[in-house]
């Protein structure tokens, strides 16, 4: 049985959920989760867990940077902040100008550098009052969103000619790039909508490494001792590897999330007792 990491560009129109089926498909595995979604409109890198032992990792690679290259269109805005919503044209008000490159440049590093408080859109999958923010607002319902902090790393302007703004930004997981294009369309008095949406870095894995869906194998898939090789790790004698897999405790000192390794395989995530001792145990087999 193989487990690892898969590098797939997601087309457009297709679900995340559509990619894992496919995958699933492809290599007769069932055991396949993702990194991180992506909407239907967007396209471009997801990263795939595959197989039992991979799924049991993810959990470690939950807070990577993701990089993005999103188009934005002024002078209107959108329902959803994106190309999937009603979108209507917001009239130019009186002494407004089209806002010059200086102006959209100098906005960005007063307002989306850094640490930054966004409202994620009413249709997310973000829960409120333990429903999924989007079924209330299909429904017609008001959901009130709850503001949420985000780092924002880079955010610098591709090309630049209005209404078409796009723009390079590397961000925190979680954080929403509707809600930085609507954000910024309000910002700049004239409305903005997220039109395109491209991901193409989560941490170290790149879109330059990633396969189309119709042409993967499992040679593609990133072994799980390479997806793990920069973790903090103990090598495991044959009887240690014995008592861990069998639930027992060996002595070591080592921090939790420590990566057992057995004959250069990962073989298990550690964590030290609570009394004191030097001992620890598998809080995961892998």
């Given amino acids: 049985m193989r487990h690892g ?31 991180g979604t992506l909407d239907p409109a967007a396209t471009g890198l997801l990263v795939l867990a595959v197989g039992a032992k991979a799924l049991k990792v993810i ?4 807070g990577l940077t993701k990089d993005y290259e999103a188009e934005i ?42 640490k930054i408080k966004q409202t994620p859109p009413a ?29 924002i790393d880079d955010c610098r302007v591709v090309s630049y000619e209005y209404p078409k703004l796009v723009l390079h930004v590397s961000c925190s997981s979680g954080t929403y790039i509707r809600s930085i294009a609507h954000d910024m ?31 993967i194998a499992w040679g593609n898939v990133i072994p799980l001792k390479e997806v793990l090789k920069d973790f903090a790790r103990i090598d495991l004698t044959d009887e240690e590897f014995e008592d861990i897999s069998h639930g027992r405790s060996i002595t ?25 001792s030097r001992q620890v145990r598998a809080r995961k087999v892998l």
Wanted: one cysteine or more.
């Fill in 5 to 35: 990491f898969l590098l797939v560009d997601k087309g457009v129109g297709k679900t995340s959920h559509d990619i894992v089926y496919l995958v699933r498909k492809a290599l007769s595995e069932k055991k396949v989760g993702h990194l």
């Fill in 59 to 62: 959990e470690f690679f939950n």
């Fill in 73 to 114: 269109t002024l002078g209107s805005v959108s329902t959803t902040y994106d190309r999937e919503g009603v979108i209507e044209e917001i009239p130019s008000k009186p002494g407004w100008s089209i806002p010059s490159i200086h102006t959209v440049q100098l906005l960005i590093q007063e307002r989306f550098i850094g």
């Fill in 123 to 151: 249709h997310s999958a973000v829960h409120v009052n333990g429903k999924r923010a989007y079924a209330e607002a299909r429904k017609g319902n008001k959901v009130e969103m709850p503001e949420r902090e985000v780092v």
């Fill in 185 to 215: 369309g309000h910002l700049l008095h004239c409305g903005g909508y997220l039109s395109g949406l491209r991901r193409t870095r989560v941490g170290d894995y790149s879109i330059d490494d990633s396969k189309d869906v119709s042409n």
């Fill in 252 to 276: 070591k000192d080592v921090k939790d999330g420590t990566f057992a390794w057995h004959k250069d395989l990962p073989v298990a995530v550690l964590m030290p007792l609570k009394d004191g």
